[in-house]
């Protein structure tokens, strides 16, 4: 699920769309003099009064411009999206003027949350402000603009990401996809000047707002001092690293069967071979990687085709697995409001997407639900974020949100984990579980999917964060990424990636400076919350067949946390649902143990690492 979207995080999705006011309205002035007057509770009053105001409006445009697509509704959406982000942004700024103000600890929590909400800021001279912006939008546009011609003469041979996404998911023909690897890649040289230009600016923002660059100012939402952070994220990967050597080791083994000498046996894995532009998700050559009897025994599209599952179906079916837990219903509006057909007489944004419109209880999914196993996984997930977003909903408007960037996605997933067959049967969708033996192949499947992303979900912000700390210059932006992708990920382009590339721009989060560490998070965190859950559902099976449903102690542990929502440092809202305050990512090796057996066999005598 790592693409949907959580509608209205409320400042966090806001600010995710670049093009900052040009002027920023400043502060009258930090001076301590002035601030002695200042009432920090009637501020935040203001500021939640005008930003729910601003964000309703956003949500409503929002929503419109993606059930509706016109110029128009675009038209509205931009405007509306740029009024949440400029009172931010002044909001932001103002907030420092309270630092040495008394203030109880919520509210000090709530200016705090303030300050490290922009993801950019721009710098309080209002040439640099604008020049900052218009880059900013510009590498956002030049993404969105990619496209790959491989016959510049016929435009209807070009390619755009959607289309090399199909390629690469599709096609095992190793010339093909090196040239469409390569192609997709020619979109970002020209982002590079502009990029690094970027990177001086935004840190001058964020240097004025008191932090060392923009890397440790969005590493400052974490609750604790940034350098700490880093090394949190470097413990959690040193956890997994053994289980990823082994996937790594074992897909390059049935790779080099597949394309030969391309892929050396002790070797970094060729770039463009994994199913995926970026070789972030390898799921799409399972079937390259799986063994021969390795199906999982039970077709769940199928099943729902047979029984003629509708989309009301499918949602009703996922509300019913939160109200087994203890969660009410959703509300009447709820039914009414939501999108969860593709419309036959307009254009729409069929990515599924939860949306709280109003921050309290108009809740709403847009989605385009077909009767498949993915969809049907995507529902429950999608579901997550809106009974997240209701369980918070009573809390301070700065606090409705997920307790770190990484927990909002990792609820969905969780609930996406307990997906299992033996749920599937209780719900009437299957007959019987399919026995132990068919765990290979329903375990290969995930591990493909996350644990190879965690070394990637790990390194973009590991490049970004030495970018923005200078110790990545310029000059060595190729070099570095490059240096990132082999050391993590094990992975090499095959051919020179010298500096007349850019290659980290080829990705969108790079070019539209979403921060990306919050996915690395999720993904080591819906394990863990698995295994609790599990565990106080009092389920015996190994974990990756146990599924939550049913279990009203495991849903009153959830809500305790998903209840929290921003109010406190993540460690407590993480010590509710887990009975601990680390992040853990020995669950994921609990969860994948089955198969980690059976790789130790596969890969018997053959190289690990590159
Ligand atoms: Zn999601």
Known sequence: MLL???????????LLTLGMSACTARSSGNSDAEAKGADPKKFIEEVN????????????????????????????NARSNQRVIEATERFAKDAVRFDKVEATPDLRRELDLLKV??????????????????????????????????????PESCLDINKITDVMRDSRDEKQLRQVWEGWHTISPPMRKDYARFVELSN?????????????????????????????VDRLWDQVRPLYLKLHAYVRMKLHDRYGDIVLPNGPIPAHLLGNIWAQDWSNIYKLAAP???????????????????????????????????????????????????????????????????FADDLRVKMCIQPTDEDFKTIHHELGHNFYQRAYKDLPL????????????????????????????????????????????????KELEKIAFLPFGLLIDQWRWKVFSGEIKPEDYN?????????????????????????????????????YTRYFLAFILQFQFHRALSQAAGCTLPIHRCSIYQSPDAGKRLNAMLSMGLSRPWPEALEKIAGTKQMDATAILDYFKPLDAWLDEQIKGKPIGW
């Open 117 to 154: 909400s922009l993801v950019m800021a721009t710098p309080s001279d209002p040439k640099e402000s604008e020049e900052l912006t218009r880059i900013a939008a510009n590498l956002d546009a030049q993404y969105g603009k990619g496209k790959w011609c491989p016959d510049p003469k016929k």
């Open 479 to 515: 070099k570095a990424w490059w240096d990132l992708r082999l050391k993590y990920q094990g992975i090499a382009p095959t051919f020179l990636r010298r500096e007349e590339f850019f290659d980290p721009g080829a990705k969108y989060h790079v070019a539209a400076n979403v921060p």
């Open 292 to 358: 021969a009897n390795a199906d999982p025994g039970y077709n769940l599209t199928d099943i729902l085709k047979r029984h003629k599952t509708t989309p009301i179906d499918m949602v009703k079916t996922g509300e019913r697995f939160y109200t087994s837990l203890g969660f009410a219903p959703l509300p009447q509006t709820f039914w009414e409001r939501s999108m969860f057909v593709k419309p036959r007489d307009r254009e729409v944004v069929c990515h599924a997407s939860a949306w709280d419109i109003d």
């Open 204 to 232: 001058k923002g964020a240097r004025e707002l008191g932090f060392p660059d923009s890397g440790a100012m969005w590493r400052a939402k974490y609750d604790m001092p940034p350098d700490a952070f880093t090394k949190e």
């Open 4 to 14: 949907d979207l959580m509608k209205t995080h409320l400042l966090i999705a806001m």
């Open 49 to 76: 009064e005008s930003l729910l105001k601003l964000n309703i409006e956003g949500s409503q445009a929002g929503w419109v411009s993606e059930t509706y697509i016109t110029d128009d509704t675009s038209a509205l």
């Open 398 to 445: 700065l606090f409705r949100d997920s307790a770190n960037d990484g927990f909002h996605e990792a609820i969905g997933d969780t609930i996406a984990l307990s997906v299992t067959p033996e749920y599937l049967v209780k719900i009437g969708l299957l007959d019987k579980a399919p026995d132990a033996s068919r765990d290979i192949g329903l375990l290969l499947d």
